[in-house]
């Protein structure tokens, strides 16, 4: 019957109509969140004057001033190094230890099996700000604060709830039937997770991905109280020096923003199948 419907005249104007106003919806939201980069991106190329005098004309004398000025005042030599160990080194334990954490609580049934769970997705509820003052106390009573071990626990410990929970709602879809038939045949539970479950979880493996290198990259309130040395910080805190007394130079303060929003860029255009797909097949099953 809706077949039928849609072959009349007045049904294939209502899809024709329909198509439009979805594509048009999608074009009006993509240039919402197109124009705020561009804006920012066209801004970085005036001085502070010239941005003063015209907030939304394109550059007269363009200048690339700006950002050798941000990147030796922000230090970014220093910094980006230390953004892509953290983001990749927290990532990489996160995604290792959720799946097999997944594995354990989906597959491998036991008393222990479910407060344990509980325990560890019950980490969702709690926010950033509860834990700064507990953790900068816990940092330095063991030790280890001021160093990059001490980011990348942390890192690896607030990424894990969600991610804990992702990979064993997914990791339940897979069949049973897979993990008793290699159990019968004399396969360890190690084995079974590299052989089966790790082949089978890398859509939920890429969307914790996508989450947490996001989030990582542009996290500022944790490793600004976990770090004090300049050379264990992160592109957040340096970009954070331009808005005090640099806060009013407008040129310099959009070209540090730029280049601590190129790499997620980046990383979108050329992961854009991969992060489509991982999203799409990674969906939790209800």
């Given amino acids: 019957m809706s077949e039928e419907i849609k072959t009349t005249p007045l049904g294939r104007l209502a899809a024709a109509l ?11 939201f993509s240039l919402m969140t197109i124009y705020p980069i561009f804006w920012l991106v066209m801004n970085s190329f005036k001085t502070t004057r010239e941005f003063q005098v015209s907030q939304l004309g394109w550059p007269k004398e363009p200048t ?3 950002y050798a000025q941000a990147w030796e005042m922000g230090e970014f030599g220093k910094l980006f190094p230390n953004s892509i160990i953290y983001t990749a080194g927290a990532t990489a ?27 560890f997705v019950i980490g969702i509820l709690l926010t950033t700000n509860t834990l700064l003052i507990p953790l900068f106390l816990e940092m330095n009573l063991l ?18 709830p969600t991610a804990i929970y992702l990979c064993t709602e997914y990791i339940k879809s ?9 159990r019968i045949d004399g396969a360890g539970f190690l084995r079974i997770f590299w052989k089966i479950i790790l082949p089978m979880a890398v859509p939920v493996a890429t969307t914790v991905a996508i989450l947490n290198i996001t989030s990582i990259w542009n996290e500022f309130a944790l490793i600004n109280i976990l770090v004090s040395k300049t ?3 992160s592109l957040p805190l340096g970009m954070f020096k331009f808005s005090g007394s640099l806060s009013t130079d407008y040129g310099k303060q959009f070209a540090a923003l730029t280049i601590g ?11 854009r199948k991969q992060i489509t797909k991982g999203v799409a097949a990674g969906a939790v099953k209800g």
């Fill in 64 to 66: 690339l001033k700006n």
């Fill in 231 to 233: 050379e264990l910080k």
């Fill in 261 to 271: 929003m190129t790499p997620m860029l980046v990383f979108y255009v050329v992961f």
């Fill in 143 to 160: 030790g280890i604060y001021n160093t990059r071990f001490a980011v990348l626990l942390v890192y690896i410990g607030s990424g894990l």
């Fill in 18 to 28: 329909g198509r439009f106003f979805a594509y048009a919806a999608m074009g009006i």
């Fill in 93 to 119: 334990g996160i995604i290792l230890l959720a799946l097999l954490a997944g594995f354990a609580f989906a597959k491998l049934k036991s008393r222990a099996t479910r407060p344990m769970y509980g325990s």
């Fill in 174 to 182: 897979i069949p049973s039937a897979l993990v008793e038939s290699a």
